[in-house]
């Protein structure tokens, strides 16, 4: 275990169904974020919070919508997706200063959401 | 804007062998150079850091990197592959948001595998 957990593993829904993808940090880091992985394609930043404030929406469809209700929790609800949505999402929290600028960006990553949208 | 390449989908190595992947990278000002590894059914692991100093990098489970200014490469190394290193390794490169947030790039991954 890395600190950051995520559930579901697996996923699988329709095209008109609602779900939720959660993810959890016990590492007591102050940002969260949340990508997309797909194959043979770059890891796709999609949302950033830090200090609980989002703080980047990278041009994501709205069909995606995050919340952080705390820094410790972030969630990705799902609404009405694609097949084409169908991939990897990975969580990942780091600890960054005040100013936004720690110079180290570790990232520490869960396991990923499997999400199949049929 | 910020990116970095990573020009092999795969490389094959046999097991003792040297093993190096391939990362060019792509940003105004000093780069913050970073690799990852994933493993099956697993998030992205950090190995390892350029941030100024040494151009050789050290880092886990053997790992390290040779940051080359001239050539904008960094690219991973280790001298006696295992079977064990067998993973998909990501490349990434810091960038900025326009909030100025700061961010990771990240390559589109390159997947090793050793072979006994």
């Known amino acids: 275990e890395t600190g950051v957990t995520q559930t579901p593993r697996h996923l699988v829904m329709g095209m008109t169904n609602k779900k939720s993808l959660k993810c959890e940090q016990h590492?007591?880091?102050?940002?969260m974020y949340w990508y997309k992985q797909s194959a043979k394609k770059p890891l796709e930043l999609m949302f950033v919070y830090n200090f609980k404030e989002q703080t980047e929406n990278n041009s994501v469809p709205s069909r995606f919508s995050p919340e952080c209700p705390n820094s410790s929790h972030l969630f990705l609800h799902l609404h009405t997706l694609q097949p084409e949505d169908s991939a990897l999402y990975l969580c990942?929290?780091?600890?960054?200063?005040?100013?936004?600028?720690?110079?180290?960006?570790?990232?520490?990553f869960g396991a990923g959401s499997r999400l199949t949208v049929l | 804007a910020q990116s970095v390449a990573q020009p092999e989908d795969q490389v094959n190595v046999a097991e003792g062998n040297p093993l190096t992947v391939k990362c060019t990278y792509s940003v105004s000002g000093n780069p913050y150079l970073f690799w990852y590894v994933q493993y099956p059914n697993r998030g992205l692991q950090f190995l390892l850091k350029?941030?100024?100093?040494?151009?050789l990098v050290k880092g886990s489970y053997g790992f390290e990197a040779e940051f080359n200014k001239s050539q904008t490469s960094f690219h991973l190394k280790k001298p006696s592959a295992l079977v064990s290193d067998s993973a998909l390794y990501f490349c990434a490169v810091r960038g900025f948001m326009n909030t100025g947030f700061q961010k990771l790039v990240f390559g589109t991954g390159t997947r090793l595998l050793v072979s006994p």
């Open positions: 350029y941030i100024t100093g040494d151009n």
């Open positions: 590492l007591g880091h102050n940002a």
């Open positions: 990942a929290s780091s600890q960054e200063g005040a100013g936004g600028d720690s110079g180290a960006n570790v990232l520490t």
